[in-house]
């Protein structure tokens, strides 16, 4: 196999949004990184990691444990792969800040307040934890997206002041804890430029602590000009800079395979151009975490033939199946593409149209004619793929899921239009209503056991009550529909109020799919 022309190939997995991964699932996933020429893996994990003198941190979300996480350092070492650790130390501890006993260092919103002492010995115990389960003496330590930074308990304490100095502290505080352990530390980039948008900043005049390398990340371009853009005034901060791309697992449950590639590609064109030595594909989990990171298997295989030189659709087709004995075209089914779901842009209506309610419909507007039927056309192509474990429950529960959106997708359209037209059309969809939940089980029962063969227990939760509680209200519709047939009531309130489009193009609807990945506000309007 041809070496990659990059220092550092690898991924990063998104473990912090409810999807915890299973320690033998990670080995597994280290297995094939080594079979693809991938040399790291770095575990995203918020505050689902044990951590000491921090009972409360990741309590009750699957956190590693600190042997978990040593043994899983000595198994990706034994296979040529350097496991990174990747944490927080600025934001994005939304989950943490649950717990009354860290509401001292909170800003707002998920960010840490920069200047509480409290703040720095909680990242003393991160570094002096992790430094005691991992060889690697790199750590990836976030503070990406802290949009609200000094504006909570910050600015209550020393009133405004210039943000780049507030990020710019924090930096070298936490660099210096990070050198107490002789670590050297990565950082997302886009803090420095969101700060920069609000000022003058002579990017080559930022003292960045030695230790710190940052990492420019950007998963959404199908052309390499904005990538070459991107790194070059990364550059300009600090030489050797790394690079994050985006292998799509973080809009639903199906994965965006076709995008994946299309951003992938000129990516790693334009890190070799500017001598880029260090690329990541990351895999997000955002909203839930719902999508298996294996269903992008032919994704991670294209991205590390990219970084080798290979960029011959063809060829990569066939030394994938070569590898790993199953189609590329058989696994690209995963991304639904008998639907919209493939656009070049990412759409996601496997999610919120499986989660729009039958009455409410806040997504009705969106309901694209013929679509019901394509996903049950999807559903017949994924059951008749024959792939063995551990990737036949990817193809078993995208079918049910499948089977699920051919009756669920627009049966909220349905039965208004239904509604307006006559009792008889409403009760002639009351059979929907029960096919419906019947499908929903056999989607629930088919996606516990992918969740619960990739990931720890914690978390599915979540999609208990996301699952359960669309049963329960798809069982209520029906009652409601019973109800006003039987007349017991004369109207159906939740039926007489007009469908809005959710984009807020009332004069101008656009029917057109589109990404919405808020279950929260895709199942209601209503406070949750």
């Given at each position: 196999m041809q070496e990659s022309a990059f220092e550092t190939l690898g991924l990063m997995i998104d473990c912090s949004r409810n999807a915890v991964m299973k320690p033998e699932a990670v080995r597994f996933l280290i297995d094939r990184m080594e079979q693809m020429g991938y040399n790291t893996?770095?575990?995203?994990?918020?505050?689902?990691?044990?951590?000491?003198?921090?009972?409360?941190?990741?309590?009750?979300?699957?956190?590693?444990s600190a042997d978990e996480l040593r043994a899983l350092d000595d198994y990706a070492a034994a296979h040529h792969?350097?496991?990174?650790?990747?944490?927080?130390?600025?934001?994005?501890?939304?989950?943490?800040?649950?717990?009354?006993?860290?509401?001292?260092?909170?800003?707002?919103?998920?960010?840490?307040?920069?200047?509480?002492?409290?703040?720095?010995?909680?990242?003393?115990?991160?570094?002096?934890?992790?430094?005691?389960?991992?060889?690697?003496?790199?750590?990836?330590?976030?503070?990406?997206?802290?949009?609200?930074?000094?504006?909570?308990?910050?600015?209550?304490r020393n009133g405004a002041q210039p943000r780049m100095e507030i990020l710019l502290a924090h930096l070298r505080r936490v660099a210096q804890i990070a050198d107490e352990f002789g670590f050297s530390l990565l950082m997302w980039h886009d803090m420095f430029f969101k700060i920069a948008d609000e000022g003058k900043v002579d990017f080559e005049a930022l003292q960045i602590p030695r230790n710190i390398r940052l990492v420019y990340w950007n998963y959404y371009c199908g052309s390499q000009g904005p990538y070459d853009g991107?790194?070059?005034?990364?550059?300009?901060?600090?030489?050797?800079?790394?690079?994050?791309?985006?292998?799509?697992?973080?809009?639903?449950?199906?994965?965006?395979?076709?995008?994946?590639?299309?951003?992938?590609e000129p990516a790693v064109r334009s890190c070799l151009e500017h001598g880029v030595k260090h690329v990541i594909f990351t895999l997000w989990g955002d909203n839930g975490g719902e999508c298996s990171r294996f269903s992008v298997l032919p994704g991670m295989y294209a991205a590390a033939e990219f970084a080798r030189g290979n960029f011959?659709?063809?060829?990569?087709?066939?030394?994938?199946?070569?590898?790993?004995?199953?189609?590329?075209?058989?696994?690209?089914?995963?991304?639904?593409?008998?639907?919209?779901?493939?656009?070049?842009?990412?759409?996601?209506?496997?999610?919120?149209?499986?989660?729009?309610?039958?009455?409410?419909?806040?997504?009705?507007?969106?309901a694209y004619p013929g679509d019901a039927a394509a996903y049950a056309r999807c559903?017949?192509?994924?059951?008749?793929?024959?792939?063995?474990?551990?990737?036949?429950?990817?193809?078993?529960?995208?079918?049910?899921?499948?089977?699920?959106?051919?009756?669920?997708?627009?049966i909220g359209v349905r039965t208004r239009e239904a509604y307006r037209t006559s009792k008889?059309?409403?009760?002639?969809?009351?059979?929907?209503?029960?096919?419906?939940?019947?499908?929903?089980?056999?989607?629930?029962?088919?996606?516990?056991?992918?969740?619960?063969?990739?990931?720890?227990?914690?978390?599915?939760?979540?999609?208990d009550l996301r699952l359960g509680g669309l049963m329960q209200r798809v069982r209520h519709a029906k009652r409601v529909l019973e109800r006003y047939l039987a007349d017991e009531t004369d109207r159906i309130e939740e039926l007489e109020a007009p469908v809005l489009e959710v984009n807020g193009r009332v004069e101008e609807p656009e029917i057109e799919p589109f990404s919405y990945n808020a279950w929260s506000s895709t199942a209601t309007s209503n406070c949750i």
């Amino acid at each position: 196999m041809q070496e990659s022309a990059f220092e550092t190939l690898g991924l990063m997995i998104d473990c912090s949004r409810n999807a915890v991964m299973k320690p033998e699932a990670v080995r597994f996933l280290i297995d094939r990184m080594e079979q693809m020429g991938y040399n790291t893996l770095m575990l995203y994990t918020e505050d689902t990691y044990e951590v000491e003198n921090q009972p409360y941190f990741g309590h009750l979300r699957g956190r590693y444990s600190a042997d978990e996480l040593r043994a899983l350092d000595d198994y990706a070492a034994a296979h040529h792969v350097t496991l990174i650790p990747c944490v927080q130390t600025l934001a994005h501890l939304n989950a943490l800040m649950r717990w009354p006993q860290y509401s001292e260092i909170r800003d707002c919103a998920d960010i840490l307040c920069v200047g509480e002492e409290k703040v720095y010995d909680l990242i003393r115990d991160l570094f002096s934890t992790l430094s005691k389960c991992f060889r690697s003496k790199l750590i990836h330590v976030g503070m990406d997206e802290a949009g609200m930074l000094g504006r909570g308990r910050y600015f209550d304490r020393n009133g405004a002041q210039p943000r780049m100095e507030i990020l710019l502290a924090h930096l070298r505080r936490v660099a210096q804890i990070a050198d107490e352990f002789g670590f050297s530390l990565l950082m997302w980039h886009d803090m420095f430029f969101k700060i920069a948008d609000e000022g003058k900043v002579d990017f080559e005049a930022l003292q960045i602590p030695r230790n710190i390398r940052l990492v420019y990340w950007n998963y959404y371009c199908g052309s390499q000009g904005p990538y070459d853009g991107g790194i070059e005034k990364s550059q300009q901060i600090q030489p050797d800079v790394w690079f994050a791309g985006g292998i799509w697992t973080w809009t639903g449950f199906a994965p965006h395979l076709t995008h994946s590639l299309n951003v992938s590609e000129p990516a790693v064109r334009s890190c070799l151009e500017h001598g880029v030595k260090h690329v990541i594909f990351t895999l997000w989990g955002d909203n839930g975490g719902e999508c298996s990171r294996f269903s992008v298997l032919p994704g991670m295989y294209a991205a590390a033939e990219f970084a080798r030189g290979n960029f011959d659709r063809a060829q990569i087709k066939a030394g994938f199946r070569d590898l790993f004995g199953v189609d590329w075209d058989d696994f690209a089914l995963l991304e639904l593409p008998e639907t919209r779901n493939t656009a070049m842009r990412v759409n996601n209506p496997d999610k919120y149209m499986l989660y729009n309610d039958c009455l409410l419909g806040c997504m009705d507007g969106k309901a694209y004619p013929g679509d019901a039927a394509a996903y049950a056309r999807c559903a017949a192509r994924l059951r008749a793929v024959r792939v063995a474990a551990p990737y036949a429950v990817l193809f078993e529960s995208m079918a049910a899921l499948c089977d699920v959106l051919a009756v669920k997708y627009d049966i909220g359209v349905r039965t208004r239009e239904a509604y307006r037209t006559s009792k008889d059309a409403l009760r002639a969809l009351l059979p929907d209503y029960d096919e419906l939940l019947a499908r929903l089980q056999v989607f629930y029962d088919a996606y516990e056991r992918q969740w619960m063969a990739e990931n720890k227990p914690h978390g599915f939760d979540v999609q208990d009550l996301r699952l359960g509680g669309l049963m329960q209200r798809v069982r209520h519709a029906k009652r409601v529909l019973e109800r006003y047939l039987a007349d017991e009531t004369d109207r159906i309130e939740e039926l007489e109020a007009p469908v809005l489009e959710v984009n807020g193009r009332v004069e101008e609807p656009e029917i057109e799919p589109f990404s919405y990945n808020a279950w929260s506000s895709t199942a209601t309007s209503n406070c949750i």
